[in-house]
Structures are given as C-alpha cells and as structure tokens.
C-alpha cells in the first residue's frame, strides 16, 4: 500500500518524521534527559576504539557517526566498508567495540565482516532495521531503528533512523566517557526531540526540489559536495541520484575540489552543494564560488541565513530549517532524497524497482 503516494520511495521519504519520532521515543524516552539503550545497553567508559562496517547507503550512516564519535564523544573510529574489511583481516586490538549497521540484517558481506569479529572484539552491537535478521541474532547487542518495512530498493526512511540512533549512541558514549555534561545532553535531547517537526518543514520544499529535479534531470553528471558531516551526505546524495536516475553522480569533500575534480567544471556541469550556516560554511562557500567561477551551475542546499549571505549567484537555492549543526545529516538527507526521486520521475525510470539492483544483496 503506497498511502496514496505514486511510489513507495514517495511515501517512505514522507514518513521519516513520523518514525524518527518513534526511534527517538524508544532511546530518548521523554521522562529523562539520558539516551536509554534496550537489554544490557554498552558502557563506553572502558572502550577504546570503536570498528564500524557496512555497505552502500548503511556504510554512508557509518561515515557520518564517525564524525559524531569523534567530535562528541572524543572516541577514535575506524569505518570500513564491508567486502573490504572482510578480506584485509584487518587486527582487532583489545577494548575494541565492533559496530554493524544493516537495514534488512541479511546483507552477506556485513554478516561475514561481523562474524570475522565475533571472539576478537570486545562486544558486537548492530543497528538494524529487522530485529529477527541475522545480523540482529549474532550480535551482543541489536539495536533496532524502527523504520518500518522499507519497500523502496533505495533507502531513504532507514537511512535517517539509523543516524538517529547512531546519534544517540555517539550522545550516550561521550556521557559515559564525561565528555558531555548533563546540560550539553539536555539540550541535544530537546534538539533531537525536534526533528520530527523540522523534517516535515523539510518536506514543504518538496514543490521546489521538484522543480530543480527538472533541470538536474538533462544533465549527464552530477557533483556533490559537502565538507565536514556534509560530506558522508554528499555521498549519499550522489548515490542516492545515480541508483535510481541512473546519471552519473560522484561526491567530493569540498577540501578535494582543487585536487582534481575541479577539471570536470563547466557551463554543464550542476553541482549540488550541501552547506547549512555552520562553523564550516565560510570555507564551504569559497569552495562554491570556485565552481561558480568556472560557470559551474550551482545547486545551493542551505538555510535562510547561509542563502542570504552567499546564494547570490547560484543556479537555485534550497532553503531548509535551521538545526543545531551536529543534527544537520538526518535535515539534509530529506532534500538529497527528493532531488534523486523527483530527478528519476522526470526521467521516468522505475522509481522503486531501480535496474540491477535487488532491497537485500545476501550474495557477495
Ligand atoms: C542504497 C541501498 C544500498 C543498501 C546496501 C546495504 O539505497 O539501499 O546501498 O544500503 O545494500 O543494505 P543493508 O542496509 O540491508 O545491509
């Protein structure tokens, strides 16, 4: 039942404040200030390195806690994807944590990886959509998103529930490792607690992505840039575009621009930059204006204050809400989403059912 919608992806892009809202309800009950995690939960106090393996859009969830572990929760993280890791063999020292994150728990390569760790690291935990998956099963600790059934071969509403609970999770390692006080954790719960409501706003641009989807839809190859937690989301962005509209699409951190993909700009070339007005945007932005100079067409995904300050010359504008800056990936990953689906409906291509591709890949 697509609920009215014309595809499953529609309607699975439309429900993420909805079950956001539950995933947030389960690990950031609203009686406490404090990430609750089910069964045992994990202490993070003794942890010293955190391995996380994955694929495709799951893999992308990965990159972007890297950035939260790291920066909240001062934790050092390895992120591999998972037919690679399986096959270095790679050395899992003591008081390591291993961490996989799968949407159908069946993913053959992820549940080799997570049992290439089984006896070496400290703990197993997962972060699954299907909690009678296999992944689920063999791991210490499950950590289910609450997504829902996702129809759709592209991920879109698993994509924002498994940052939502990577995000807590991150939240919960640096409380137990005291790199957050009780007030910096109150004000991430009242911040998360308001996702549901900014993701609908979100949704409300839907009309204008549309219309930039039109002209995205005659190009031959996409860029997509972000620097910082934007980055993990341009590759997600680029990936999502590519799967389901089949133009060719890559991803750069911004920083990369001038070591080589800067070659590719042209008068053809749109380039969807991803740069709410955080602590990165001034460089984000000189980044841009290098595109732009070069006639690059420049699809600006921003909020009010950043399309204000620097949206002047662009090719079109996306306006999203504001959000505390280390939220921004779960905002941003609505309008990476709609670009690739309104961009495939003006292409005409099978929106849910993309060419070669299968929802569960459980053969390497
Ligand atoms: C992309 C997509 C795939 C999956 C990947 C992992 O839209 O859906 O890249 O993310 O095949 O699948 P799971 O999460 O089931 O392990």
Known sequence: DKGGHKHFMAKEIAEQPHVIAEAIRHYLPVEEDAVRLPGEGVDFSGVERLTMVACGTAYYACVTAKYWFEQIARLPVEVDIASE????????????????????????????ALRYCQEKADKILSVVNVPESSIARESDLALPIFAGPEIGVASTKAFTCQLTVLLALALKAACDRGHLSPEEMSEYATAIRGLPNVL???????????????????????LFLGR????????????????????HAEAYASGELKHGPIALIDKNMPVVVLTPRDSLFDKSVSNMQEVLARKGKVLMISDQDGIDEAGDDVWCAI??????????PILYAIPAQLLAYHTAVAKGTDVDQPRNLAKSVTVE
């Open 85 to 112: 890791f399986r096959y270095r063999e790679p050395p899992i020292p003591g008081k390591t944590l291993a961490l996989f994150v799968s949407q159908s728990g069946e993913t053959a390569d992820t549940l080799a």
């Open 200 to 222: 609908s706003s979100a949704l409300e641009q839907n009309e204008a992505i549309r219309l930039a989807a039109q002209k995205v839809s005659e190009a031959r190859d996409v």
């Open 228 to 247: 910082g937690l934007m980055f993990p989301l341009a590759l997600e962005g680029a990936l999502k575009l590519k799967e389901i509209s089949y133009i």
């Open 319 to 328: 306006r999203m809400p504001r959000v505390k800056e280390a939220l921004s």
